[in-house]
């Protein structure tokens, strides 16, 4: 049987790995928020801020063509 590629040339990933990685930064930065204290809530805010922080640069700066 002849597998069917829908996703020529690995284009699924060019298209969501960075969506997908800032979604998982975020959801581990929401879960270290809530359930841990001290130390880890500097690292739960610097992965909250990875989100703002993109969408500022992009914003902001955008790329010239």
Same mark, same amino acid.
């Given at each position: 049987?002849?597998?069917i590629?829908?996703?020529p040339n690995g284009s699924f990933m060019?298209?969501?790995f960075f969506p997908t990685l $800032?979604? $998982?930064l975020s959801l581990t930065g929401?879960?270290?928020a809530l359930?841990?204290?001290a130390w880890i809530d500097l690292v739960s805010?610097?992965?909250l801020?990875?989100?703002i922080y993109l969408a500022l640069k992009f914003t902001l700066f955008p790329k010239s063509r």
């Open positions: 049987m002849k597998k590629n829908n996703y060019k298209v969501w $800032i979604a $998982i929401l879960v270290a359930l841990a204290d805010c610097c992965l801020a990875v989100p």
